[in-house]
């Protein structure tokens, strides 16, 4: 048994064969040994639970990365670059370990970074480029977003328009990628 139920059943003077009634107008209601041995479980819980969050609170609040848009939106063209290198082990290298990609051109989650280098091995094979059409992004406490369109030119004559969303988030000293969605415009202009 608990050392702390332990100390509340004596200071209650509780003995585990003993009910407790309690009558209120016409309501009557038999608290058994079990039910009580709850009860005081559950009071011997919550008088701990200050000291749990004792110690969160000590260890402190998170550390926030600073970052500003411009910081950001420069993260795109360090992903992009690494297109340019033809070289999947550089792009996966934008990666969270744990990111997912949703991409424009399999209809595949990848959600590791075997997977990830999976689909840039081919994805490279055309020497993709892009450049951001229009983006929105917003900032928080070691995540932030870049979402817009973009449009990608490929070696062999290809132009692909499509919308993106990249979630970053501050690891280990660095920005990287945890989510990274991009899908076909669904209309043509």
């Avoid at 950001?72 to 290298?93: M, Q």
């Avoid at 370990?97 to 424009?104: E, G, I, Q, S, Y």
């Avoid at 919308?163 to 969605?181: F, S």
Wanted: charged share 20%; hydrophobic share 40%; aromatic share 8%.
């Amino acid at each position: 048994m608990c050392g702390a139920l332990r100390r509340l059943r004596q200071r209650l003077n509780w003995n585990p064969t003993m009910t407790a009634s309690v009558r209120s107008g016409e309501l009557s209601t038999t608290i058994g040994r079990r039910a009580l041995g709850g009860a005081l479980a559950a009071i011997a819980l919550a008088a701990a639970a200050p000291a749990f969050a004792q110690d969160r609170v000590a260890a402190g609040p998170a550390q926030c990365a600073a970052a500003d848009r411009a910081q950001i939106a420069a993260l795109f063209d360090r992903w992009n670059a690494s297109l340019a290198t033809k070289d999947p082990d550089k792009v996966v290298a934008n990666y969270a370990a744990d990111a997912v990609l949703l991409p424009t051109v399999t209809n595949e989650p990848r959600t590791s970074p075997a997977e990830i280098r999976d689909y840039f091995v081919k994805f490279l094979k055309n020497s993709p480029q892009g450049t951001i059409d229009k983006r929105t992004i917003k900032l928080g406490c070691n995540v932030a977003q870049d979402v817009g369109t973009y449009t990608f030119r490929f070696d062999n004559g290809n132009v692909v328009k499509a919308r993106y969303t990249y979630v970053y988030e501050w690891k280990n000293g660095q920005w990287l990628i945890a989510h990274h969605h991009s899908s076909a415009m669904p209309e043509s202009k």
